[in-house]
């Protein structure tokens, strides 16, 4: 990586490893400078004119002064990392050395919360008053929220249910780490990982201020407990390790976006977007890191951002939450970030945020060194389904941010899988793999310093050490046969890249969806399933999720795994009111049947602040005389009667002068029709005007779009529809990509859909991609 104060003015510049002997000679000046008499510096000014003639003599009074100076300090570990770096740079030599049994215990003595402990800890950074996705982190049951402030923090902050710790507050806890630590960022989050286990931790949800945990619920997506009665005893599935050159996977494409790619990940394996020819499968148990897939706005880089980035559209990328979790194998590594990712006891030496390099590239540069150093002790890194969902609210971050990422990060995963270590403990291999990265120019001697502080404060608070395990990479890997080899197909879900302008060399297909996307993007398209959810949900979500702001689903039955609310059709206008509060600022509200397929290319001319419904398709509005009838038509006329009776002038007036006769009842299919945001308060009163009566869709949507909105003011846009009562023997010859809907249709089935997909790419071309 690229150090903040890496010097760069010298013409000719050494190489990493010489920056760091420079540094360390630097070093052992700086502590002789800074405790010497002043004859000392007399002495130095000679020496600097006669250096050839008295070297020994300024070797020896250099280590000496560093000698005293230490002892007199009492430093042990600085004292180990002298005398360490006083030696030739072997290879045996190259790591400090620090008495483990030597560490004097650090209690918490200063702060309100000397006795307070909990097993499971959210920590935050927190720069601004307490957000809405704060708040709703402190309410999650069972898990203690710490926020750890900065120079940035209000002074007043506070917010009810969390721990909060203050600049001044950390000061006073006593941890090595607090010396190393900017002001003014996040990285401070390290004393708050060092509290949390200090009060007894033992697993840390590393979260930001800007997530939202999907329902609420961390034990429902994540694997909290690995051992004992909550544990979930099984198999996961786990990338190949069969192809030995692969040292770095993208798992946005295991989880449905192919075109979209994690911070962190090197450029040069963006356009791996192939999905894997088989997985293999590992028990579960030490999946130590928890790296959870955000919703929203993902994890994602300056690269990403700027370029598919549409105007002042907020990003909401959806990832295929039915997708299984994911293991790495030793050998395989992904970018882990900071505000999405639950760590377990065992690798809480793993949450040392480094202090040498960019804010952005610290998280991501954590993750793949404590990945390395989690083969050590037989763990893993699992990759699960959307776990939160992030709002974009960022303005867009600097490119220089992440330079060091982009340009070395590549360098870095080759330079980790290669990297071994004969130590036998583990927190002496982290000693030994960070001085190794400093002299690699990954990161500063700062961070040499930091990782002894670190892994000192840990022992202080009581953490012991994990045990070493057997490391499988120098083992000869076993063939992979094909009863190990499990698969899975992810799906292709719409890409944000294909709804980004891009001036002078977007092609003629990305141009449509783009105006599809912007004309409908904030349209909410509510959709009843007659058919099996089970089979289809996910189907018509990736199908109109393209274009539409949202996509609602409902059925007869209820689905929470693929969120499908429960509705009766004959009664649906009774439930649309809740939708409608629950997407108050969506510009209007496009309901549809299953049987009835959408061809929203044809939808641009329509009036999106007019009604929208098939009065003008003949056989799907219909009139009848009731006159005297007393079945089905004659009770649901009087029912109707009742409700014009009671409806106010404005109403009444329009749905008389529609409908001409009170002996007269209009039967509307109602498979299709919009409703634009300015008629919804008038929808919801007519509603309320029907109150317990009994009366049927069919029956109460024409009734309510001829009371709101004379029907010569409805858009016509789909008085050209293919609407027949019954289904010919063959659908595709029913279909038309000319008209905006055809009714009837069926889909029951993944087959079914695939098969729709394909007729319906004649007007859309890009949904050959979803098949």
Known sequence: MLVQDRVTTNPNPKSPKSKIRAAINNHHHDLHHRFSESKSLDFYTWVSENFYKIITITVLIATVAAIVFLWSTGDT???????????????????????????????????????????????????????????????????????????????????????????????????????????DSYLRKSVGYLFAIQHGAKKIFDADDRGEVIDGDLGKHFDVEL??????????????????????????????????????????????????????????????????????????????????KTGLEAFDIRFDERAPKVALPQGVMIPVNSFNTIYHSSAFWGLMLPVSVSTMASDVLRGYWGQRLLWEIGGYVVVYPPTVHRY???????????????????????????????????????????????????????????????????????????????????????????????????????????????????????????????????VVLIMFCNGPVERTALEWRLLYGRIFKTVIILSSQKNEDLAVEAGNLNRMYKHLPKIFDRYSSAEGFLFLQDDTILNYWNLLQADKTKLWITDKVSKSWTTVSTDGNTDWYGKQAEMVRKVVGSMPVHFQVNYKEAMKSDQSLVIGSSEIFYLPQHLVTDFVDLVGLVGDLDIHQKVAIPMFFMSMDSPQNFDSVLSTMVYKPKPPPANSTLYSAQVPAVHPWNVSSEQDFIKLTRIMAEGDPLLMELV
Do not use: C
């Open 77 to 183: 570990a600085a004292l180990s990392y002298i005398q360490s770096k006083a030696q030739p740079l072997d290879k045996t030599h190259h790591s400090p050395h620090i008495n483990w049994n030597n560490i004097p215990s650090i209690t918490d003595k200063s702060s309100p919360y000397t006795n307070f402990r909990s097993e499971k800890w959210i920590v935050v950074s927190v720069s601004h008053y307490p957000s809405d996705s704060l708040k709703k982190l402190v309410r999650i049951k069972g898990w203690q929220l710490l926020a750890i402030g900065n120079s940035r923090t209000p002074n007043d902050w506070s917010l009810k249910g969390a721990i909060y710790l203050s600049l001044e507050q950390q000061a006073t806890l006593g941890f090595r780490v607090s010396g190393y630590l900017p002001f």
């Open 227 to 308: 051992i004992g009665e909550g544990a979930r005893q099984e198999t996961i599935l786990q990338y190949s390790h069969d192809n030995e050159n692969r040292s770095v996977v993208n798992p946005y494409v295991h989880f449905g976006q192919r075109t979209v790619w994690p911070r962190g990940l090197p450029l040069e394996n963006v356009g791996e977007i192939g999905h894997e020819e088989f997985y293999t499968e590992v028990f579960g148990g030490k999946q130590f890191i928890q790296q959870g897939i955000s919703n929203g706005l993902p994890d994602v880089d300056s690269v990403f951002y700027h370029t598919r």
């Open 392 to 522: 974009d609210t960022v303005g867009g971050y600097p490119f220089s941010e992440e330079r060091d990422l982009h340009v070395h990060v590549g360098r870095l995963i080759k330079f980790l899988v290669a990297w071994r270590s004969s130590k036998h403990e583990l927190f002496e291999k982290i000693l030994e793999l960070s001085f190794a990265m400093a002299e690699e120019g990954f990161w500063s001697e700062q961070d040499v310093k930091f990782t002894a502080a670190w892994l000192q404060d840990l022992l202080a608070v009581g953490y012991q050490q994990p045990r070493l395990m057997s490391f499988e990479l120098d083992r000869p890997r076993a063939s992979i046969g094909q009863g190990d080899r499990k698969e899975f197909v992810p799906w292709k879900l719409p890409s944000v890249h294909l709804g980004v302008e891009e001036t002078g060399t977007v092609n003629y297909e990305i141009g449509n969806l783009i105006r599809w996307r912007k004309n409908f993007g904030n």
